[in-house]
C-alpha cells in the first residue's frame, strides 16, 4: 500500500507540473468565465431585445369623458399596484367625433401596436382582440372601468411590512433551489475534469509511456496518480475561480440574488458540497480511466465518451428529480446509486440536518471508487498491452472494442 | 540461481495464444537473447514475464518473485515501442524514471547527469525530448532504464531503429552490465546480435520456445560442415567422401563425419586427390536456427527494417 501511494504521488506531480505548465491550463481556468460571459451576454443582449421590443397598448375608442376618467383611473390606482402592473393606455377613437367604427379598424394600424382596443361604455366595455390578448387585459379594464365610475371608492388600505428571512411554510422549497446550485456547480466541475483524465490517460498510450509506467509501479498507481493530478489542478482552479467570485461578491455584493441557508448550515453545506465533488470526481474519473485504459484508440475513447457523458446527464437529472422526493424510494435509491449518490446527497445537505447519512454515503462512495480503480485496473491487464499479431486487427477483419465487442477492421 | 523462471505460461487474446505453454529459465549474470520473428510472441512473453500482463496459465518467478511487479526496483525495462514526454528535459525523463523505481527524483536527476556525461550527451541534459534526434532519446530512454542500477536489464527489440554507432554502443553498454554481475535479457529478430552478445538463447516462434539453452548447444546439435578443394575430380578417394557429399566443380561440400576428419584425410591422400585446401566449419547461429526453427520461420527473420543494421 505504501509503495502504491508513493508510486501514486510520483505520477501526480509529474502530471500536475506538466499540466499547470501547459497553454492547455490557461484555457482550463478560463473554462468557467465563457458560460458566465456568454450568459451575462445574452441576458443583456434579450434585455436589450425586450426593451426594443414595441409594448402592447389597450387603445381606447370611448367617449373622450370614458376615456380619459379610465386613464386616470389607471394612474390613480398604478400608485399602489405598480406602474407596469397596468398595459399603457392610448386614445384611438372618439365615436362622438368619428362615428361608430368597427374596432377591428383600430387593431389594424400597425404604428399603434394595440393588443385591444376598448370601445362601449364604462359601465359596459367592450374589449375587442385576440383571445390570449382580451383574456389577459379584460380584467384589468373592468377594474378599472368601475374604479372609474365610482372615483375614490376603491381604498386599498396601507399594510404594514413585516419582513422574516425564512419561513417553515416554503423553507424546503426554496433550499430546493441552494441544493440545485450546489448540484449543478458539482456536476459541471466534474465533467470538466473526468473529462480531461480521459485525454490524459489516451495521450499517454499514444506517447507509448503506460508501458513503462506498468512495468515499473503498480497501475494502481498509475490510475490513482492521474486521478490525484486532476484533483490537484481542479482544487488549484477552484481556489483561482473562488478567489475571482469573492472579488465579483464584494463588488456586486448587494445585487447578487441571495440563496437560502441550507438545512445543515452554509458551512457545513460548502465543505460537504466540496467532499461530494471529489467523490463524484474520484467515482467518474475512476470510470473513465477504465474506460481510457481499455480503449486502443482515441477513435475508441470518443465512440464511447459521448455515451458515457449522455448516461452522467441522466444520471444527475435523475438526482435533480429526487431532490422533490424526499424520503421516498426514488430519493433513497438515488441517494445509494454510487454515481448519483452525491449529487443527491447535496439535495440531502440542503434539505435535512441529518449528518450521519453523509458519513455512511461518503464510506461507500470512497469503496466504490476503489472498486472502480481496481476493475479498471483489472481490465486493461486483461484487456490491454496487445503486441504485434495478438493486439491488432485479426485476419477476418474484425477486433474486439474495449476487449468486449466484436467490430470490424 | 535463476533471474527468470517461468513454467507452462500461456496468454491468449481473444482466443488467439500469443504465449503457448513457454518454459524458460534464464540464469542470473548472464547475457540472454530471446529470438524470433515478429509476431512470435516476444513481446507478449516479455510483458507477461515482467507482471505488464497476467497470464492465463503457468507460473512466473522474477528474481525468486511470483510478483514481478514487487520487483520492479531491480529490474530496468526498455519496451519495443518507445516512449517519452515531449516536453520534459532529458534530464528529467531519467530522474522520472528512476524516481518510478523507488529513487529521489534528486538523486536520480544527478545519476542522470552523470549517465548523460558518460554517453557524450551532457550538453542535451536540459533540453527537451522533442528537441533530441531519434538517436538521442532513445539514448535517454536507455540512460532512464539502469539510472536505478538494475539486478535485471530486460530490453525489448533494443537495436531496432539504432544507426550502426549507437548498436555499437548499446552492444558496449550490455557488455558492461553483464560485467558488473546484471541480467541482461534481450529480444531480437536479427540473429547477428544474439550470436555476438549471448550466451544463452530462447528461440521462439509461434509463442512456443523450441530451444532454450547455451548459443554453443545450439550450435552443436548440428555437425560441422567440411568445405574440400581437390586437384583431381575423380578416383578411388571419391568413396571416401560421405553420402551427403555435394560437388561443385572441384569443391566438395560435406557434414564432418561422426568418425573425424582424420580417416578421411588418411583416403584422400593415398587416393591421391591432391588436396588444394580444407576448411571445417562450425554451423553459426543462423545454421542453427534454420535447424530448430524451421526454414520458413528462418526466412522471417533477420530482415531488417530500413535503417536497421545487421
Request: one cysteine or more; charged letters at 20%.
Amino acid at each position: 500500500m505504501k509503495e502504491i501511494i508513493r508510486a501514486a504521488f510520483v505520477i501526480a506531480r509529474r502530471d500536475f507540473t506538466a499540466i499547470i505548465y501547459s497553454k492547455a491550463f490557461i484555457f482550463f481556468l478560463l473554462g468557467p468565465f465563457f458560460p458566465v460571459l456568454v450568459g451575462i451576454a445574452a441576458g443583456s443582449l434579450g434585455g436589450q431585445i425586450a426593451r426594443e421590443a414595441a409594448q402592447p397598448v389597450v387603445g381606447l375608442a370611448m367617449t373622450q369623458a370614458d376615456s380619459q376618467k379610465l386613464i386616470a383611473a389607471r394612474d390613480t390606482l398604478a400608485v399602489n399596484m405598480g406602474d407596469h402592473y397596468f398595459t399603457e393606455m392610448k386614445i384611438v377613437g372618439d365615436p362622438a367625433k368619428d362615428g361608430a367604427r368597427n374596432p377591428q379598424d383600430y387593431l389594424k394600424k400597425k404604428e399603434d401596436n394595440l393588443s385591444v382596443v376598448v370601445t362601449g361604455t364604462l359601465a359596459r366595455p367592450v374589449v375587442t382582440g385576440t383571445k390570449r390578448s382580451v383574456d389577459r387585459e379584460r380584467a384589468d379594464i373592468e377594474l378599472l372601468a368601475a374604479s372609474a365610475l365610482n372615483p375614490g371608492a376603491l381604498k386599498l388600505p396601507d399594510a404594514t411590512a413585516d419582513i422574516v428571512a425564512e419561513t417553515a411554510n416554503n423553507d424546503k422549497q426554496l433550499r430546493t433551489v441552494t441544493a440545485q446550485g450546489g448540484q449543478i456547480l458539482v456536476f459541471f466541475l466534474t465533467m470538466l475534469l473526468a473529462g480531461m483524465v480521459l485525454s490524459n490517460l489516451v495521450e499517454e498510450k499514444a506517447n507509448k509511456i503506460i508501458e513503462i509506467l506498468a512495468a515499473s509501479i503498480p497501475m494502481e498507481s498509475v490510475f490513482l496518480g492521474k486521478l490525484l493530478a486532476m484533483l490537484g489542478m481542479a482544487l488549484l482552479g477552484i481556489a483561482v475561480w473562488t478567489s475571482v467570485a469573492l472579488i465579483g461578491i464584494a463588488i456586486l455584493g448587494p445585487n447578487l440574488p441571495s440563496y437560502p441557508t441550507p438545512a445543515v448550515g452554509w458551512p457545513v453545506f460548502v465543505g460537504l458540497c466540496f467532499t461530494y465533488f471529489i467523490m463524484a470526481y474520484l467515482m467518474l474519473g475512476a470510470l473513465f480511466l477504465g474506460i481510457g485504459a481499455m480503449a486502443a484508440t482515441v477513435r475508441e475513447v470518443q465512440t464511447i465518451s459521448m455515451p458515457v457523458t449522455m448516461a452522467q446527464l441522466i444520471n444527475f437529472f435523475f438526482a435533480s428529480y429526487a431532490l422533490t422526493k424526499t424520503g421516498q424510494p426514488i430519493e433513497v435509491f438515488a441517494t445509494v446509486f454510487p454515481f448519483s449518490s452525491p449529487f443527491a446527497m447535496i439535495g440531502r445537505a440542503a434539505l435535512e440536518p441529518t449528518l450521519w447519512h453523509h458519513g455512511v454515503a461518503i464510506v461507500g462512495q470512497i469503496f466504490f471508487a476503489i472498486l472502480l480503480l481496481r476493475v479498471g485496473v483489472y481490465l486493461f491487464k486483461k484487456n490491454v498491452m496487445k503486441s504485434g499479431s495478438a493486439g491488432r486487427v485479426k485476419d477476418n477483419g474484425k477486433r474486439k472494442l474495449f476487449g468486449l465487442i466484436t467490430v470490424k477492421g | 540461481m535463476y533471474a527468470i523462471e517461468a513454467k507452462g505460461l500461456v496468454k491468449q487474446f481473444d482466443g488467439f495464444r500469443a504465449v503457448d505453454g513457454v518454459d524458460l529459465k534464464v540464469p542470473r549474470g548472464s547475457i540472454y537473447g530471446i529470438l524470433g520473428p515478429n509476431g512470435a510472441g516476444k513481446t507478449t512473453m516479455l510483458r507477461t514475464l515482467l507482471g505488464i500482463i497476467d497470464p492465463d496459465e503457468g507460473e512466473r518467478v522474477l528474481l525468486g518473485s511470483d510478483r514481478p511487479i514487487t520487483q520492479s526496483r531491480n529490474v530496468g525495462y526498455l519496451p519495443e515501442e518507445r516512449g517519452l514526454y515531449q516536453s520534459m528535459r532529458a534530464v528529467d525523463t531519467i530522474a522520472f524514471m528512476g524516481a518510478l523505481r523507488g529513487l529521489s527524483l534528486k538523486d536520480s536527476a544527478e545519476k542522470g547527469r552523470m549517465l548523460l556525461e558518460e554517453a557524450g550527451l551532457g550538453y542535451a541534459a536540459d533540453r527537451q525530448i522533442r528537441q533530441l534526434s531519434k538517436g538521442m532519446a532513445q539514448t535517454v530512454q536507455l540512460m532512464g532504464t539502469i539510472v536505478h542500477d538494475p539486478k535485471l536489464i530486460v530490453l525489448d527489440e533494443p537495436f531496432s531503429g539504432l544507426d550502426a554507432l549507437n548498436q555499437a554502443k548499446l552492444e558496449k553498454m550490455i557488455r558492461a552490465q553483464a560485467s558488473k554481475g546484471v541480467t541482461v535479457i534481450f529480444s531480437t529478430h536479427v540473429i547477428a546480435h544474439a550470436e555476438r552478445l549471448c550466451e544463452r538463447i530462447a528461440i521462439i516462434a509461434k509463442g512456443r520456445v523450441s530451444f532454450d539453452g547455451l548459443v554453443s548447444e545450439a550450435r552443436d546439435r548440428l555437425r560441422p560442415q567440411v568445405h574440400l578443394e581437390t586437384e583431381t575430380v575423380d578416383g578411388p578417394w571419391r568413396s571416401a567422401l560421405p553420402a551427403d557429399t555435394k560437388a561443385e566443380g572441384n569443391w566438395w561440400h560435406f557434414t564432418l563425419p561422426t568418425s573425424g576428419v582424420e580417416p578421411l584425410l588418411t583416403a584422400l591422400v593415398e587416393g591421391k586427390a591432391g588436396i588444394k585446401s580444407l576448411s571445417i566449419e562450425r554451423p553459426g547461429l543462423h545454421d542453427a536456427f534454420v535447424a530448430i526453427a524451421g526454414e520458413s520461420v528462418a526466412a522471417e527473420m533477420d530482415e531488417p527494417v530500413a535503417g536497421e543494421l545487421l
